[in-house]
T-cell receptor, first 119, second 110 residues
Framework: QVQLVQSGSELKKPGASVKVSCKAT????????INWVRQAPGQGLEWMGW????????TYAQGFTGRFVFSLDTSVSTAYLQISSLKAEDTAVYYC????????????WGQGTLITVSS | QSALTQPASVSGSPGQSITISCTGT?????????VSWYQQHPGKAPKLMIY???NRPSGVSNRFSGSKSGNTASLTISGLQSEDEADYYC??????????FGGGTKLTVL
C-alpha cells in the first residue's frame, strides 16, 4: 500500500539548517509529484509548493522562496525539504503529500515532522 | 494567493447533518473542478475525504458528500457520529497555478 514515511522530530537553534526526508513506498515514485505542507502550532494547513518527481523541477509558493529547497533522490524514492537560516516562526509540523495522478490535490500524506526552532 | 474562507467552527448532534462551506474566487474554487476536502484529527495527518468537488476515495463513508456552486464549495456530513469530530480543510487548484487551503473548520459533535 502507498506509504510516505517522514524523518523524526528535530530541535534546532535559530540560524541552523534542517533537512526533512519523505520516503515513498508502494507505488512508482517518479509517476506522482510530492507536495510539501506546513502547519504551525494551532494553525491551519499551508501549501509550500511541490516537486515534479519525474523532472525534479520544484515549484515554490509565495513566502517559501529563498530559504526552502525541495529535492529528490529517486534511487531511494525519497523527497527532501531543506530549510536554511531557521527562525522561530519556522516552528511547525511539515508534511509531505503525494500528488494524485489526475493532479491538483494531495491524496496520501506522510505522518508529519515537527521542527522546533528555539535557542 | 489568499486562503479560502471557511467558518471557524460548526457543530451538530449525533445523527444530524452539517455543511461546511469553502468560499473562494473565480480564479480558484469557481474556475476549476479541483476542490478537495481533508479531515484532520488532533495530532494526526490530514486524510483525503472528497476530491474533484464530489468524489469519495475508496474507504470513505458515503455519509460524506461534496458539491460546488459558483465560487463556493461545500462538504456535507450526514448522520453525524462522534468520530467525525475533527478539523476539516478544503483546498483548490488556482490559476497561478498553485494550491490554496481554506483556514479550516473545527467540527464539534455535541
Amino acid at each position: 500500500q502507498v506509504q510516505l514515511v517522514q524523518s523524526g522530530s528535530e530541535l534546532k537553534k535559530p540560524g541552523a539548517s534542517v533537512k526533512v526526508s519523505c520516503k515513498a513506498t508502494g507505488y512508482t515514485f517518479s509517476s506522482y509529484g510530492i507536495n510539501w505542507v506546513r502547519q504551525a502550532p494551532g494553525q491551519g494547513l499551508e501549501w509550500m509548493g511541490w516537486i515534479n518527481t519525474n523532472t525534479g523541477n520544484p515549484t515554490y509558493a509565495q513566502g517559501f522562496t529563498g530559504r526552502f529547497v525541495f529535492s529528490l533522490d529517486t534511487s531511494v524514492s525519497t523527497a527532501y525539504l531543506q530549510i536554511s537560516s531557521l527562525k522561530a516562526e519556522d516552528t511547525a509540523v511539515y508534511y509531505c503529500a503525494r500528488e494524485a495522478l489526475s493532479g491538483y490535490y494531495p491524496d496520501y500524506w506522510g505522518q508529519g515532522t515537527l521542527i522546533t526552532v528555539s535557542s | 494567493q489568499s486562503a479560502l474562507t471557511q467558518p471557524a467552527s460548526v457543530s451538530g448532534s449525533p445523527g444530524q447533518s452539517i455543511t461546511i462551506s469553502c468560499t473562494g474566487t473565480s480564479s480558484d474554487v469557481g474556475g476549476y473542478k479541483y476542490v478537495s476536502w481533508y479531515q484532520q484529527h488532533p495530532g494526526k495527518a490530514p486524510k483525503l475525504m472528497i476530491y474533484e468537488v464530489s468524489n469519495r476515495p475508496s474507504g470513505v463513508s458515503n455519509r460524506f458528500s461534496g458539491s460546488k456552486s459558483g465560487n463556493t464549495a461545500s462538504l456535507t456530513i450526514s448522520g453525524l457520529q462522534s468520530e467525525d469530530e475533527a478539523d476539516y480543510y478544503c483546498t483548490s487548484y488556482t490559476s497561478s497555478p498553485t494550491l490554496v487551503f481554506g483556514g479550516g473548520t473545527k467540527l464539534t459533535v455535541l
